[in-house]
């Protein structure tokens, strides 16, 4: 898991250098990392969301899964139940902290060719999620 680098907010900061927290989304439902592609996107369906914030068995936040990037594991060759979203995340591990700037942010997410991160405080709980503007 990657932490976005996090820089101290000035009192006088502008739009410039708005904060990750600033700007978040909720966090959305959680769920575990030992938990199926198909109950995941089950669970996305009942939600009506494109994404889940996935968390390990002491609830820290380990990173982001989307709906298409299940879909597509399900529909490889090499799917099988077994799968496990904690076997998926990869480079979707990266986090940032809420003093992170947009900037910071921004610039990690596309070097990752990632959409969200999970926003998270210092205890590893998911605090909300930033994506991308379309």
Known sequence: MMLVQMQPRPASAGPVHKTVAEVMDAAGPQVCDDMSVEVALSIMAAARTGRLVVCDQDGQCTGLVTQTELTAIRDSSAY???????????????????????????????????????????????????????
């Open 80 to 134: 099988t139940d077994r799968v496990r979203l904690r076997d998926l995340l990869g480079d979707h591990g990266s986090i940032a902290s809420p003093v992170t700037t947009m900037a910071e942010a921004e610039h990690a997410m596309r070097s990752r060719r990632v959409g969200a991160l999970p926003v998270v405080d210092g205890q590893g709980n998911a605090l909300g999620v930033l994506a991308l503007s379309r």
